[in-house]
């Protein structure tokens, strides 16, 4: 049969995705292209469509198909905004639903009109929000993590005052921290928040704590709730474990409007392979911005993880490109940097990071308040000596 | 410094995770086994943690590490279950939460005690009790998917009219059907609700049409609900899209108490690459179980997708296996199925499965209703033939 013949009311806005194709020559990637626009929208064969206006505008469209190394070809691919019916779920599954389920190809790069991102509140904070609340006008930011699992909540305040003392900016805890019994949520958050306030007055500096909000569906948004009200300054989320439209409704909440912190957990398969899944640029820089994160924690190169200088720099652009009414955002590069990586680390992101130092901080000696305040003076040297 | 020395109230109870591993020897394998050990819990490294409870009890502990195949070795990696805090999102955090960023570790199998599983409630029907609501006892069910993007809710309701008129078992949604301005949800549920309960009234049948409610978190469970009032017999959900934590709390509402398919889309990356992420078994088997879905559609080995036979195997085995109190749930092959491979499906799934066959009903001739009776006609001519 041929599907009834349609004619459709829309808008002529289309958002366009950028596909790497893995393929063996310029008509196989074609083929791919051709796939992929009917795979992500109508899941038909095109030959089912009437000549009409699904066939014309709500199946995807080849933008632009070019070779771009031996076997891999660049396709840029537009969707009609309508497809994505205003839902970040549907927009993620037009971008790469069922396709995910081919081999050789990736998702590189977003572009998205303003009409599809004013559907979006995006980061309440942005850069400027989160340097405005710490009060630090210009250099990089200092973070470090609460750990490990297992310490009681009067333990990990404990750690979380020396931290606070010495004088890192953000104190987020680890992501695998939830409401375990030996810390339970509800003893582990004011106390920490406690804890670091009380740093705070000591030192005059305004170090903000982001518990780690991370939960089932029905519990996330009260714990959120709860962080705030027990004086947790912001908050941190795993999108690839909540959901990523779990941290847009975070985000999008007024009651709530604290900072969030975006944690890469769970989404890391997404990047890994170079022909499949979604690249970097994209699961930790534009995602997490879109969603309505203020910073986007990912690991850094040369640390105990795989990725790439590259790789990074792609998540540091789309931190901060522009974005239609999206606010900038800061990268957090994190996971085994140690303290004589600093300098290193200021000349690849510059000023508009967080620099996320944790174990580092624990095994440089046996005072965490000295270690901590020894990350500041280094960071003051930097940015004094640049 | 050293953490401080913790002393912990623990119940025993672990569970493990199976995990592929490529390294270069033995040496290298276990010394990527002990770095998930610590990863996916503690997150600092060993010389850090006193000789405690935490490293003898909360970090990981390799409970078998084996060679398999040049370059690849299997390491089965238990956890304490209070390290998952009875939450689904969390689960997932220790079985996978940092090491996806590390390139060659898979999740092949998990392996998890009663005590855990009885923290969830699982799949609410099951096969018997979809089986039992569709009146089928033996033969495998028949199921097909209504699309595609872009036509009215009216032609939509035509489209399932004419398949449940047909006699298939299941009618789902595309799964990119959503709230489009093409046929909103509150237009095409109702509409297609009804035609399929118009046709059964023609039949005698019961052909259950699953409209997917896959939506952003604010919006998804009102669908659900509204489906349900509605007329919709069950629902579908993408877990990819809209969270596991959500299709869990979906499957949970003794309100709802509806079947649930759980959906692929934005999952293949995760399965796609045979060293990296989540094998087809836990990510379309035993993770689609645990969060509760009656039933579980993936792409059939053969069709236009990469699944081989063994990935197929392995999700079946997932579904079926037992796995505490969860129910068994119905695979359902699906992506570019034809009438002529009906035999062959039905030798290699057996009767405990329901096969999805959409485009290959379309294009199967001009009459619609006449090419879902084919299918009823095939199925049944199959079954007496063995």
Redesign the interface.
Known sequence: ?I??E?R??LSGERFTVHYRLTAGGEAEAEALAR?ICLE??????D???ADD??RAH?VGRIEALEAVAPGHYDAVISYAV??A??????L???I????????GIRVLHLDLPPSLLRQFKGPRFGCEGLRALLGVAHRPLLGT?L??????AV?LA?LAYQLALGGVDIIKE???L?????APFAERVPRCAEAVERANHETGYRCLYAPNV??????IFGRARQAKEWGAGGIMV?PG??????L??LAEDDTLAVPILSH??????????PE???AHHVIFGQLPRLAGADATIF?NHGG????SRDDCRGIVEATEQPMGQLKPIFPIPA?GMTLDRLPEMAEFYGSEAVFLI??GL??H????AA?SRRFRQMMEQIRRSR
């Open positions: 049969m599907f009834p349609t459709l009311s796939g992500q929208t109508v899941e038909v064969s030959n089912l469509l206006d699904i709500v309508e497809t019916a205003g839902e970040l779920t549907q993620l599954n037009v790469f639903g069922n396709s995910a389920m081919q081999p993590a750990k490990p699992m297992g310490l009681s333990d404990d680890d992501h695998g939830t409401d375990q019994p030996f991370t939960a089932p569906v029905d519990r795993a474990l909540a959901g990523w439209d779990t847009r409704m890469p957990a769970w989404l890391g398969t997404f990047a890994i392979s499949q899944g979604v690991v105990r993880f795989a990725f996971g944790a174990g624990y095994s000696g046996p005072d965490l270690s």
